[in-house]
């Protein structure tokens, strides 16, 4: 059983309402599942394999951190689950957290007829051949520009989307996402449902993209609401996290009855990194896909 800790259910069924769904899940920890404190009170340490910083909602894939995951160990679904979501072509699949809170921001946003999915997960032999074709349709600066290079595609992840503005001639590599209308709600509630615009103006230099007002990377609550609020691009929020450590202080953020503490531990030498929980009553891990672990728990406010 998969679980997602969604800022809408936090203020909605508050927070002791999800943990009794969660709290007989067993831990797993490397599908991202939010698993259950051991118990108030209780200080607790989970063993996890280092491998496992290659996984996770909040990886950083760029130029300089290839994708890592093994192919098909992604747990993937297709977007014909929901038949009212748009796809530009048949086939297109998401990691599972991301399609459905990427199913509940285009119904929230009234974007279900006016957006369309127009790519989702690729493999790697797939990322090649569009670069490929990038290459000769739209040559080098182009393709440098706005198609990363096989290995070092979010695509490969299933955790990011591209989406366009319905119409019958979609540009498939930069397909056009307005400002306007159904998009711009789109835009602008992304971040509640969990998701970034990944490659925004003035942050090139930084990302090696240029600006791509249609591609959305699901990173999870609350990370994504942050990480607007600061401005930062994932690769300074990966950095800046790194301040954070299990003995606090804690980056620390509250919504409706529910907050969160958010850390970082780095990974040990060896196979294994022994991953300090603080007291909370839920969390969830993620691998940074550089050198550790980021550590989201939850607890009620009060
Ligand atoms: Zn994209």
Redesign the pocket.
């Known amino acids: 059983m998969q679980y997602e800790f969604c800022c809408d259910l936090i203020q909605e069924a508050k927070l002791h309402k999800i943990l009794e769904e969660v709290v007989h899940v067993e831990q797993i920890i490397n599908d991202q599942s939010l698993a259950a404190f051991g118990g108030k009170g209780r200080k607790m340490t989970v063993q996890v394999r280092n491998e496992e910083i290659h996984s996770g909602h909040l990886i950083l894939i760029n130029t300089g951190y290839p994708v890592r995951q093994k192919e098909g160990s992604e747990p993937l679904a297709p977007l014909s689950l929901h038949p009212e979501i748009r796809e530009w072509h048949d086939g297109i699949q998401l990691e599972k957290t991301c399609f459905r809170q990427l199913t509940a921001l285009l119904e929230a946003s009234g974007g279900m007829d006016e957006i369309v999915v127009v790519?989702g997960y690729r493999t790697e032999e797939e990322q090649r051949s569009i670069y490929e074709q990038s290459l000769v349709d739209n040559g080098a600066a182009y393709t440098a520009s706005y198609v990363a290079l096989p290995n070092h595609s979010?695509?490969q992840t299933g955790l990011?989307?591209?989406v366009g503005k319905m119409r019958r001639d979609v540009d498939f590599i930069a397909p056009s996402f307005p400002d306007s209308g159904e998009c711009r709600a789109f835009k602008e509630l992304a971040a509640d449902y969990g998701f970034i615009q990944r490659y925004k103006e003035g942050k090139r230099p930084i990302t090696g993209i240029a600006c791509?007002p249609?591609?959305f990377r699901y990173v999870g609550c609350p990370h994504a609401r942050l990480i607007d609020q600061y401005d930062f691009c994932l690769e300074e929020y990966i950095d800046f996290l790194k301040a954070y450590k299990h003995d606090g202080p804690y980056l620390t953020t509250g919504y409706g009855c529910a907050a969160a503490e958010i850390y970082f531990v780095p990974a040990d030498n060896g196979a294994v990194t022994n991953v300090p929980i603080v007291n909370g009553e839920a969390y969830r891990l993620s691998g940074n896909n550089v050198d550790g672990f980021i550590v989201t728990a939850f607890h009620e406010k009060g």
């Open positions: 790519s979010e695509h990011a989307v591209d791509e249609w591609h």
